[in-house]
Antibody
Framework: QVQLQESGPGLVKPSETLSLTCTVS????????WSWIRQPAGKGLEWIGR???????NYNPSLKSRVTMSVDTSKNQFSLKLSSVTAADTAVYYC????????????WGQGTMVTVSS | AIRMTQSPSSFSASTGDRVTITCRAS??????LAWYQQKPGKAPKLLIY???TLQSGVPSRFSGSGSGTDFTLTISCLQSEDFATYYC?????????FGGGTKVEIK
C-alpha cells in the first residue's frame, strides 16, 4: 500500500529556508495531487499547499510569498521549501496524498518535527 | 479564507455513548467537507469526505451529515479507540482550512 515519509533537517535557523522532502513508496506519485500540512505543538492543522505531478501548484494565501513546492517523478518525491522562517514556523510537518476529485487527504506521512531556533 | 468553527472544543463521554460534533463554515461550502481523527503523536486519519461518504476501512459507527454551512460528525456507539481529537476540513476554496478540533475524552 502507498506510504509517505517526510525527511529533512529538524532544526532551522531564523531567516533561513526550511526544506523537506516526502518520499512516496508502494505506488506511483503520478496522477495525484500531493500536499503539505503543518501542526504547531498542541494546536490545529494548517494547509500549506499542494502540487500535481505536472508541477502545477496551489498555495495557502497566507504563506504563498514564502512557499515553493516541487516534484521529482523519477524519484517518486515531492518537496517543500519555506523561506524566511521564524519561530512561528515551528511545527510538525506532514505530507499527504490528495483524494482525487475530493480535496481531502487520504494518506498521510508520519510527520516530521521542525524547530526554528538559533 | 473560509473559517471553520467546531463545537464543542472538548467534552467527556463514556464508552457506548452516541456523540455528535458540529462544524460550521463561515460561508456555504456545499458538501466539500471532510472529517479526520487524530490520536496523540499520530497523523490525522481520514474518516469521511464529501460530508457523508465513509472512507474505506472506517467503521460504520462513524457517520457525517450536512451541507452548506452546518455539518455534523456522529459516532453511534463510542468505542475505547475513538477517544481522540476530531477535525473538520473544507475543500470548497483555496486555501483549504481546518476547524480548531474537538477533543473527545473519557468520562
Amino acid at each position: 500500500q502507498v506510504q509517505l515519509q517526510e525527511s529533512g533537517p529538524g532544526l532551522v535557523k531564523p531567516s533561513e529556508t526550511l526544506s523537506l522532502t516526502c518520499t512516496v513508496s508502494g505506488g506511483s506519485i503520478s496522477s495525484y495531487y500531493w500536499s503539505w500540512i503543518r501542526q504547531p505543538a498542541g494546536k490545529g492543522l494548517e494547509w500549506i499547499g499542494r502540487i500535481y505531478t505536472s508541477g502545477s501548484t496551489n498555495y495557502n494565501p497566507s504563506l504563498k510569498s514564502r512557499v515553493t513546492m516541487s516534484v521529482d517523478t523519477s524519484k517518486n518525491q515531492f518537496s517543500l521549501k519555506l523561506s524566511s522562517v521564524t519561530a512561528a514556523d515551528t511545527a510538525v510537518y506532514y505530507c499527504a496524498r490528495v483524494l482525487p476529485v475530493w480535496d481531502a487527504f487520504d494518506i498521510w506521512g508520519q510527520g516530521t518535527m521542525v524547530t526554528v531556533s538559533s | 479564507a473560509i473559517r471553520m468553527t467546531q463545537s464543542p472544543s472538548s467534552f467527556s463521554a463514556s464508552t457506548g455513548d452516541r456523540v455528535t460534533i458540529t462544524c460550521r463554515a463561515s460561508q456555504g461550502i456545499s458538501s466539500y467537507l471532510a472529517w479526520y481523527q487524530q490520536k496523540p503523536g499520530k497523523a490525522p486519519k481520514l474518516l469521511i469526505y464529501a460530508a457523508s461518504t465513509l472512507q474505506s476501512g472506517v467503521p460504520s459507527r462513524f457517520s457525517g451529515s450536512g451541507s452548506g454551512t452546518d455539518f455534523t460528525l456522529t459516532i453511534s456507539c463510542l468505542q475505547s479507540e475513538d477517544f481522540a481529537t476530531y477535525y473538520c476540513q473544507q475543500y470548497y476554496s483555496y486555501g483549504l482550512t481546518f476547524g480548531g478540533g474537538t477533543k473527545v475524552e473519557i468520562k
